[in-house]
């Protein structure tokens, strides 16, 4: 029973939501950045061109952008239990669907498709949204954590992925891993999702006995307003101007250069498999940087912890173009993974608790679904140029170099242009 003799429960739930998002996340970025190593194949058998199926991950992004703030505010409405389980069937789905690809099209609907829309319903901007409900004093911490999960995913299944596609061919993959999303994570998000503290007898962060910050009361939850009134009251806001120019050079940054990533690697004459190894331990050093720069931001304040990450990633970016002048080659991927994974996952995390900080409130869910539009556009601009660039100069020298010139541009928005809320950690 809640009240001011309430005792401190043995776990608090939102440890469980953290574990739980983070299981999710790693199997849906798995899905989206898998469209990596499955490139390689399909060019292989089918003779698809880079930019062509560069649209196809264009189609992915743009889905999710157009969706993201229609799940949010219904996320905002309904509560994560009724919309997040969605996303994962979706996104199984479409991979298991993708069994039966044999043209062009079929790629674009599934798994690209599919996949944008679930990750609409369950990917980052869902998950981000959901954090702040159940944490305040330890939110950089508990997002970092459950963030993480993409990094781990990609870890643990990006080389297990390019494994299975060597010895069981890309069908039958694509048909494992959407049959494991349909399994694991749609009844784990199902039956373990709550709406807040308040669903399971419990207080935000955990606490004996009501804090000043408790979240709002479930009819207050369930009464958010409509998607555009939320845009009304957020467009005359700097700081949401601001972290829409974030997102945007981020979602060019992450999609195109991941998305390109095996492929690039390949012609540097890595073999696939070493190449997907690598792309796996990004994902280690990404969920190092998502849990320890998610915990720095506590302490040295979101924007400098932004500008330090968006500046290693520059530098990430560099040692990338270096590496097919360089040798040794091993090593030189080795330097590149950890430079570049330390400054991805740490811009995420980060820009995640900067939209918290500003905007935690009953229509967030919806309000960080609009800025992930502009996360979606830059995924929708970002891999299909790329592509064709390639494919008409034979590089990927313009469109890196210009990612990272708009990384810049982040470092100065965030130092220069944010502003943290009263009572946040501050630059």
């Known amino acids: 029973m809640r009240g001011g003799n309430a005792t401190r429960p043995w776990i608090y739930y939102g440890w469980v939501i953290v574990g739980t998002s983070f299981t999710a996340m790693a199997f849906h970025q798995t899905a989206r950045f898998s469209f990596s190593i499955f490139q390689v194949p399909l060019i292989q058998e089918f003779g698809w061109g880079r930019g062509a199926l560069g649209g196809a991950y264009a189609l992915m992004l743009g889905s999710y952008a157009l969706f993201s703030p229609i799940m949010g505010n219904l996320f905002d409405k309904k509560g994560a239990r009724a919309v997040m389980p969605w996303g994962s069937v979706l996104v199984g789905t479409g ?39 159940w944490f305040q004093k330890k939110r950089g911490l508990a997002t970092g954590l459950a963030l993480s999960g993409s990094g781990t995913g990609i870890l643990l299944f990006i080389p297990l992925i390019e494994w299975l596609i060597s010895t069981r061919g890309w069908r039958l993959t694509y048909l494992i891993f959407g049959l494991a999303v349909l399994f694991i994570v749609v009844p784990l998000t199902a039956l373990l999702l709550r709406r807040g503290p308040e669903d399971v007898g419990q207080y935000i962060d955990g606490e004996p006995d ?4 408790s979240p709002p009361k479930q009819k207050e939850k369930s009464s958010s307003p409509s998607l555009l009134k939320v845009f009304r009251q957020v467009y005359r806001e700097k700081n949401f101007w601001t972290l829409l ?10 999609n195109s250069i991941l998305s390109q990533l095996q492929l690039y690697l390949v012609d540097a004459e890595y073999t696939t498999a070493l190449a997907a190894f690598f792309f796996g331990m990004l994902g280690a050093i990404r969920m190092l940087a998502t849990f320890s720069m998610g915990w720095l931001s506590d302490f040295i304040g979101r924007q400098r912890a932004q500008a330090l990450s968006s500046f290693i990633t520059v530098c990430g970016i560099a040692i990338l173009l ?7 080659k091993i090593l030189m991927g080795w330097i590149f993974i950890f430079v570049y994974g330390m400054g991805l996952g740490g811009m995420s995390v980060c820009y995640s608790s900067m939209s918290a900080d500003a905007f935690k409130g009953p229509s967030f869910g919806a309000t960080i679904g609009l800025l992930e539009i502009f996360f979606g556009l830059g995924g929708f601009i970002g891999p299909p140029l790329a592509g064709f660039i390639f494919d008409y100069t034979g590089s990927y020298m313009i469109p890196f170099v210009g990612i990272a010139f708009g990384l810049v541009c982040c470092i100065f928005m965030s130092l220069f242009v944010y502003e943290a809320p009263k009572g946040t950690p501050r630059a």
């Open 245 to 254: 120019i974030v997102v945007f050079f981020m979602g060019l940054n992450n």
């Open 95 to 133: 991979f298991t669907l993708a069994y039966f690809i044999n043209e062009l099209w079929h790629v674009y609907l599934v798994p690209c498709l599919f996949v944008g829309i679930g990750m609409a319903l369950s990917g980052f901007a869902m998950h981000s949204a959901l954090m702040p409900q």
């Open 322 to 328: 270096s590496i097919p002048h360089m040798s040794p």
């Open 210 to 213: 009501p804090p000043g910050h």
